[in-house]
């Protein structure tokens, strides 16, 4: 028999029940023994993650039966945007594949809450498609290129020739720039020291998301404090954060003034101007300083070559 149940497996744990369902692009034939064999089996190449199940010892590679091998995977919380040991919950499964889910939690069933800022009793959902599954299906590593520098300094120019090159490429990408960020989530934010913090923290936990989603993720603000950078890479896993530096002399950058705002600046029109009234605190150790080369900077094409180079190198731009 071929049929649609097969590709169900039922689950009993304490007092849930949950039924998995296996992939339904495959038509499972029925084994002689009439019970399918799940086994964790090296599949995709997803750094270290592996999951396959064989039928009649034909192996068959797919991430698609991930929730069963996540029966098996220790749990991960994610508290303070790190994943912290296990989270259990009163279903054996945190899975998104899950058809029945477990309802009406007993005393000795209670999921484990945690206690992020002013969010109580919540509770961290993971889901059996991971980054590297959307990484393998976008063929790139999601990743944060962090554009910071004075105003004027050519980060937003850069951001779009790096857009411009990866798509050209075939990679996605999505740009996040503080001005038209600040068009809309963070409008509600001045340029007062706290809110350029907070400003900082939004775009760095959205980057985040967008890193998780597979995407190259270019966030391209000024970002004036070391230490609300350095916060933005800790959310993410070692080497996925990349900080590109625009080490563009302050003259130059007035030199520049393409929206008029260092002259309004000077005249004291505008009041806590980066570089002026307001601190820059320029990073200690990016992945990539872009500067001059006696007295030139390079085109916006050419510096986002070297970072595309660098990203080519590392092995970014594949899966
Ligand atoms: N006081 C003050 N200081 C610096 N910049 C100012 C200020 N007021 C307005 N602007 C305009 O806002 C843009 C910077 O926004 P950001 O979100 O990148 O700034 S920050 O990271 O929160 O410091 C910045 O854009 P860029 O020139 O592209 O950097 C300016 O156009
Ligand atoms: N590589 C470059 N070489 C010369 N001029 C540049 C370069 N990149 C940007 N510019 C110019 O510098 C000005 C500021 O660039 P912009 O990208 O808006 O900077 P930011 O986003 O840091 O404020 C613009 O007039 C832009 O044309």
Redesign the pocket.
């Known amino acids: 028999m071929i049929g649609r149940s097969l590709r169900f497996k039922m689950t009993t744990i304490g007092k849930c029940s949950s039924i998995y369902r296996t992939s339904p692009e495959f038509d499972l034939p029925e084994p002689s023994s009439g019970k399918l064999g799940f086994q964790k089996l090296p599949a995709c190449n997803c750094r270290g993650k592996s999951f396959g199940f064989s039928i009649f010892g034909t192996e068959v590679k797919t991430s698609f039966v991930a929730p069963l091998s996540a029966i098996e995977a220790s749990r991960k919380a994610h508290v303070n945007g790190k994943a912290e040991n296990v989270h259990r919950t009163g279903c054996d499964s945190n899975d998104d594949m899950r058809i029945n889910d477990c309802h009406g939690f007993s005393g000795d069933s209670i999921p484990q809450m945690s206690t992020i800022g002013n969010s109580t009793n919540i509770v961290w959902h993971k889901c059996t498609v991971e980054k590297c599954d959307r990484e393998e299906l976008l063929q790139q590593r999601g990743c944060v290129i962090w554009i910071t520098?004075?105003?004027?300094?050519?980060?937003?120019?850069?951001a779009c020739a790096l857009g411009r090159g990866l798509h050209a490429r075939g990679k996605l990408t999505y740009i996040l720039d503080g001005d038209n960020v600040r068009h809309g989530l963070n409008r509600d934010l001045s340029f007062r020291a706290e809110d350029r913090a907070e400003n900082i923290r939004r775009i760095g936990e959205v980057a985040k998301l967008f890193a998780d989603a597979g995407v190259i993720c270019i966030a391209?603000l000024i970002s004036p404090y070391r230490k609300e950078r350095d916060a933005c890479r800790a959310l993410l896993a070692e080497g996925d954060f990349i900080e590109v530096f625009?080490d563009v002399p302050l003259h130059v950058c007035e030199a520049?003034d393409?929206k008029g705002l260092y002259k309004l600046a000077r005249a004291g029109k505008i009041k806590g101007f980066t570089g002026i009234d307001d601190p820059y605190e320029p990073p200690l150790k990016s992945e990539i300083v872009l500067h001059q080369n006696r007295g030139l900077?390079?085109?916006?094409n050419d510096?986002a070559d070297t970072v595309i180079s660098y990203m080519d190198e590392k092995g970014y731009l594949n899966a």
């Open positions: 520098g004075l105003s004027g300094s050519g980060k937003s120019t850069l391209s625009m520049r393409p900077f390079d085109s916006p510096l």
